[in-house]
């Protein structure tokens, strides 16, 4: 079982939809969780930052992380054609410990 | 002004040849990484430095060799390259581990 798991996608939706973007992983030990977004030939950029359990928003992004269940969602509002780019979760145990990756779910808007 | 910056932003060589790829970042972190980026979009830690010192070294061929000169570069050099190391390799920064930022990539072509 790889340590951070991911649907890699694609996924379409019409603009406008909800987006749901999940990772579920197997460290318990994971305290941090990110959300990168990844344009074509772009490097990754850091949309969401969450420690521990618990929700958080930022405009229409929330980001959810449900330790006890090891299981992380990005959930998107109103989703744009701008918002067209691969979405990679990423999670740490802390200072001076790897941050893993899952390997991303490229999304679609389509307008 | 970019946070981390990386050169060359494309490299193209023969298998066999030597090249380095350059990072720097403004941002005053102590901690620098190096990521390769696979055609399915898989990013893997390859090596981690804080403060010029190496923390994170994963199975990587003794033909890759980070130098971190200060602590805000961190270079990678790769010897007798093979056609297997093509991918986009990506610099990234952190502050104790909570939120890494990535530089823009290399793409590296092996013929």
């Known amino acids: 079982q790889k340590e951070v798991e991911q649907d890699p996608g694609p996924l379409s939706v019409p603009e406008g939809a909800i987006v749901s973007l999940n990772c579920t992983y197997s460290?318990?030990?994971?305290?941090?969780f990110m959300w990168y977004r990844q344009y074509s030939r772009k490097g990754p950029e850091l949309l969401m930052y969450?420690?521990?359990?618990g929700n958080k928003e930022d405009g229409r992004f929330t980001a959810q992380v449900d330790k006890s269940s090891k299981y992380i969602s990005l959930f998107i509002r109103d989703s744009q054609p701008s918002d067209s780019a691969t979405y990679l979760c990423?999670?740490?145990?802390?200072?001076?410990?790897?941050?893993?990756f899952g390997p991303g779910t490229r999304l679609s808007v389509l307008p | 002004d970019t946070a981390v910056s990386q050169t060359p932003k494309y490299l193209v060589t023969q298998m066999g040849n030597d090249k380095s790829i350059k990072c720097e970042q403004n941002l005053g972190h102590d901690t620098m990484y190096w990521y390769k980026q696979d055609s399915k979009k898989f990013l893997k830690i390859m090596f981690s430095y804080n403060n010029k010192e190496l923390i994170i070294n994963e199975t990587v061929p003794n033909r890759f060799s980070p130098k971190s000169p200060d602590k805000a570069h961190l270079n990678l050099h790769i010897n007798s390259l093979e056609l297997g190391d093509s991918a986009v390799y990506f610099c990234?920064?952190?502050?104790?581990?909570?939120?890494?930022?990535f530089g823009s990539g290399t793409q590296l072509s092996v013929l």
């Open positions: 460290n318990s030990a994971f305290q941090y």
């Open positions: 969450t420690y521990s359990s």
């Open positions: 990234a920064s952190s502050e104790t581990n909570e939120k890494l930022f």
């Open positions: 990423a999670m740490s145990e802390g200072y001076g410990q790897n941050f893993v």
